[in-house]
């Protein structure tokens, strides 16, 4: 049977494969399903509040932010899953801290230092 693609907007086989079909979100592992548990998000919250609503890296340079917070993993998830809920290894970090973070561009020692600190 024929019919108009939604995807490319061609005629062709509904069984056809045109390639602009968008391709299925990969399934949660284990990491996703955490951060949508009940112990996580008590944890964040506890994490924001022990970090007085502000972005830590932001603060140690001055500045006060208190929008678009979020908590980063120092030691990442899939490096070491058992230290999820850890405050030592979570710090409350701007999302635009936070991705320099992830990128490496602000050391794991630099933002373990500003916790014990």
């Known amino acids: 049977m024929l019919r108009s693609c939604k995807h490319c907007g061609r005629i062709h086989d509904r069984n056809h494969d045109c390639g ?6 990969r399934r949660f592992g284990e ?3 955490f951060r949508n548990t009940k112990a996580w998000q008590r944890k964040r919250e506890h994490i924001r509040q022990r ?3 502000l972005c830590q890296m932001c603060r140690a340079n001055g500045r006060y932010k208190s929008d678009g917070l979020e908590v980063h993993h120092i030691t990442p998830l899939v490096e070491d899953f ?4 850890d405050d030592e290894n979570l710090i409350t970090l701007c999302g635009n801290c936070h991705e320099k973070a992830e990128r490496g ?3 794991r020692e630099h933002l373990r ?3 014990a600190g």
């Open 31 to 33: 990491h996703d399903k």
């Open 113 to 115: 230092g500003m916790i």
């Open 105 to 107: 561009e602000i050391t």
């Open 20 to 25: 602009k079909k968008p391709k299925r979100a």
């Open 51 to 53: 970090d007085l609503y």
């Open 82 to 85: 058992e230290q999820r809920l």
